[in-house]
């Protein structure tokens, strides 16, 4: 059973409410922090805690708020990514809307540290409701004293504020997010310089992930000392996992990190196993942009070592036979999934979503889009899956930003991976439309851990 | 895209709505006045439904900003309608994990239903419908979304999209 830091309290009657929120020990943070503590010694224990983002890069959060400039009489700014689009993603969602107050306090003691007086919350526009839910956890903090001018009396002011995106996937990117906040479209900045030295309206900017921020809170209440003791190696700390596909339980998860892939999957505590009686195909284990792994490959590594939720064992194997913990977007695909379709389905996501800024990422989602549209429905050719490794490869690495990157990985693993199911799909045209391939060879390879009543 | 009948619509802006504007534009530092443009954009459209050439007109002209400012941004986001809509647009996740519990079969279903296709809008123009990408609730899937709330709705079966459908008929939503 791991420990609960950002969850503990989920389940709490009202826990959504300033005065619930704060009996459970909330805004403990603030109080530390502000009154006993430098935002040099937050930044310390950030640090010390080995906090990697939670957005889906991985970057150690301590040492990115350290990189913040800090030039005399200019502003900086705190903006919290609330965008999550990735598919496969919804843990900031489920934050948001159940224990809003914990990432208010996040950005509260956040803020102080980078000494930021306007922070904002960038929350994608179709989260209306968490918008609301958001503003009203702040005018409640506020009417405490936890915002505003001189808060608790420390001499530290700070305004927040929800902004709303309008719908795209692109704002997740920290610097198209940024121009999209200055109320433009969102089109990825051309870096360096980083937001560190020039983000928000040119000033020195630090971006994060709601649970990024969220995390901060534990990190300060307990030290980073306590919170590097949780997690395996340089993976510290718990992770908030959504689960979602066939699985018997779907939901938000907070593992500590390090658990097994095997236990988190068909364990009670955890997702239950595979829905209605089925076994597992292939999962996408960070989000829709990190490589799919057949079953096989997802449970234990090559080096037949059982596969753990970190960031180092789920990337064992680099793009050979590993993939990513990303965004932490688990997607299980049971036997009747068909890879083709999903490939397709993602390619299509990816050319929606393209800012269209450089020409690799603009026309190659769309070829690959293309592509996938004629494999799925049986009009495929053997050479289209070479043409589409050929198109991946050339976006990859050549564009502004990684969403090229992204949009090509899930295609060139599917094909890695499941070529003789797209293979099947040209040769079987008629029968590709109407029926699936099915588990193959594709299946985990262990004891079938559930007993099929 | 854009039909001339629709170019030629004109708004009003009540006192209201540019009471919420000003709110709105108070966030920001002076000069600073365009980063209100997508959240007044949200307020416009949830008054008029979608977004008139006039209606991003008087946006531009209050923000102190170029029309074509106001359009790029507009045309760029999804949520953004720019010809007008079904009173309820039921918003469809398209994307992988509800495909996978479902979502073909419910745009099917709403198709069915409402007579309609995506994009198009029902005769008594209550209704019109699309499919959208992964909305952040793979867990729940099935599920749809409607403006200008965008209540939503987990876990759709068949069942739950018609009793949704006769509620909107007679005004209840939730
Ligand atoms: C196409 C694209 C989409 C992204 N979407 C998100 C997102 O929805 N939420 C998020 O936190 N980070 C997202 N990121 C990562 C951000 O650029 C950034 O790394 C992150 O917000 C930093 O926060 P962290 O260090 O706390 O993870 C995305 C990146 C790319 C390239
Ligand atoms: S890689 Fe794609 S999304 Fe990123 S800047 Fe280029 S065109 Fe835009
Ligand atoms: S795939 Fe439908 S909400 Fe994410």
């Known amino acids: 059973m791991g420990r609960k830091l950002l969850l503990e309290h989920i389940n709490v009657p009202g826990i ?80 948001m809307t159940y224990i809003p107050h914990l990432l208010i306090e996040g950005m509260i003691t956040s803020s102080f540290a980078l000494g930021a007086n306007t922070s904002f919350i960038y929350v994608r526009g179709e989260m209306m409701p968490q918008i609301r839910i958001l503003e009203r956890a702040i005018a409640e903090a506020k009417a405490k004293g936890f915002l505003g ?28 997010l940024l121009e999209s906040l200055e109320g433009k479209r969102g089109n990825p900045r051309i870096k360096p310089p980083f937001p560190a030295i020039a983000g928000l309206y040119g000033c020195p900017t630090v971006v994060n992930n709601v649970e990024s921020i969220a995390a901060v809170v534990p990190i300060i209440n307990e030290g980073g000392d306590e919170y590097a003791k949780l997690g395996i190696g340089r993976s510290t ?104 379709r999903n490939t397709w389905n993602f390619a299509r996501f990816y050319h929606h979503e393209s800012c269209g800024q450089c020409s690799p990422c603009r026309e190659g989602t769309g070829w690959m889009e293309k592509v996938l549209h004629r494999l799925e429905h049986g009009h495929g050719k053997m050479s289209d899956m070479d043409l589409l490794v050929d198109v991946s490869k050339k976006i990859e690495g050549n564009t502004i930003c990684p969403l090229g990157d992204a949009a090509a990985w899930p295609v060139a693993s599917a094909i890695r991976h499941f070529r003789d199911e797209f293979e099947w799909h040209v040769s079987n045209g008629a029968e590709a439309v109407t029926r699936n391939y099915g588990l193959a060879h594709y299946a985990d390879p262990l004891p079938k851990p559930e007993v099929v009543a | 895209m854009l039909r001339v009948e629709d170019a030629q619509v004109s708004v009003e802006f009540t006192p209201e709505l540019l009471n919420k504007f000003a709110d709105i534009v108070s966030r ?14 949200h307020e416009t459209q949830a008054v008029f439904g979608w977004l008139s050439v006039d209606a ?58 409402l007579g309609v296709k995506e994009g198009e809008v029902t005769a008594d123009g209550l209704f019109s419908w699309r499919g959208v990408e992964c909305l952040a609730a793979c867990g729940f899937g099935p599920v749809l979304q409607i403006g200008p709330e965008y209540t939503f709705y987990e876990n759709l079966t068949n069942e739950s999209v018609d009793t949704l459908i006769g509620n909107l008929k007679k005004g209840i939503k939730e």
């Not at chain 1, 503590?37 to 040492?63: D, H, Q």
Request: a negative charge; charged letters at 25%; proline letters at 5%.
């Open chain 1, 149 to 176: 001018k001189n808060i608790l009396g420390s001499g530290y002011d700070l305004e927040l504020y929800v902004q709303p995106g309008g719908g795209a996937y692109i704002c997740g990117e920290e610097t198209a």
């Open chain 2, 28 to 41: 920001y530092p002076a000069g600073k006045q365009k980063s209100g443009l997508l959240p007044i954009l």
């Open chain 1, 237 to 340: 700390g718990t992770k908030l996992i959504s689960a979602g596909g066939n699985l018997k339980k779907p939901g938000v998860y907070e593992i500590d990190l390090g658990l097994p892939v095997e236990e988190f999957l068909y364990s009670d505590e955890y997702c239950g196993g595979i829905a209605n009686g089925k076994r597992l195909k292939a999962v996408v284990a960070g989000g829709s942009s990190v490589p799919i792994l057949p079953a096989n490959l997802i449970l234990k590594t090559l080096n037949n070592e059982p596969r753990l939720m970190s960031y180092e064992s789920l990337a064992d194997g680099g793009f050979v036979s590993g993939t990513m913990m990303g965004s932490g977007g688990f997607i299980a695909y049971d036997e009747d999934a068909c890879i083709v």
């Open chain 2, 56 to 113: 991003m007109d008087k946006v531009a002209k209050y923000l102190d900003i170029l029309p074509i400012e106001v359009y790029e941004v507009a045309s760029f986001y999804s949520m953004y309608f720019l010809r007008p809509q079904g009173k309820y647009v039921l918003e469809v996740c398209r994307t992988s994990g509800c495909c996978l519990v479902g979502a073909e079969k419910i745009m099917d279903h709403i198709e069915a239903k």
């Open chain 1, 16 to 95: 959504n409410t300033f005065d619930v929120y704060r009996s459970k020990g909330g805004y403990a943070s603030v109080e530390k922090a502000l009154k006993t503590m430098s935002p040099e010694a937050v930044v310390e224990e950030v640090k010390k805690s080995g906090l990697r983002g939670r957005g889906g890069a991985g970057f150690p959060t301590g040492m990115k708020w350290s990189f913040l400039a800090k030039p005399e009489g200019v502003a900086r700014y705190l903006v919290c990514n609330a965008d999550e689009s990735e598919p496969g993603t919804f843990k900031d969602r489920y934050l």
